[in-house]
């Protein structure tokens, strides 16, 4: 069982960047590739950015491709999403979510476990 609480988003204009966190609880957090998806009002919930059991592989959607940045700390049980350069496109409710699976992160149902979501709103 994993315990994932993410933190960190709020309203930022156009332009502006922040720091999502996502704190998971257990002691085989690196067994777990990590993903970010987001859920715009009216969308279904999109991937965003995964991430490997140790870091060393990551994957991102187009839409923010150059933008996000995944990646973890396993020491702190924590995974995180850099994230600049914001459009108001990028508001939306966003998730982080643990998988044991070696395929498929790109997709939700590939993952086992997720967090609550942090709201981001982007405004132009």
């Known amino acids: 069982q994993v315990r994932l609480v993410e933190s960190g988003g709020g309203l930022v204009q156009a332009g502006g960047s922040l720091r999502l966190s996502c704190a998971a609880s257990?002691?085989?957090?690196?067994?777990?590739?990590m993903g970010w998806f987001r859920q715009a009002p009216g969308k279904e919930r999109e991937f965003v950015a995964a991430?490997?059991?140790?870091?060393?592989?990551?994957y991102y959607a187009e839409s923010v491709k150059g933008r996000f940045t995944i990646s973890r700390d396993n020491a702190k049980n924590t995974v995180y999403l850099q994230m600049n350069s914001l459009k108001p496109e990028d508001t939306a409710v966003y998730y982080c979510?643990?998988?044991?699976?070696?395929?498929?992160?790109?997709?939700?149902?590939?993952?086992?476990?997720w967090g609550q979501g942090t709201q981001v709103t982007v405004s132009s």
């Open positions: 979510a643990a998988t044991m699976g070696r395929t498929g992160w790109g997709s939700a149902g590939s993952y086992d476990y």
């Open positions: 257990g002691r085989t957090f690196s067994s777990y590739a």
């Open positions: 991430i490997s059991w140790s870091g060393g592989r990551t």
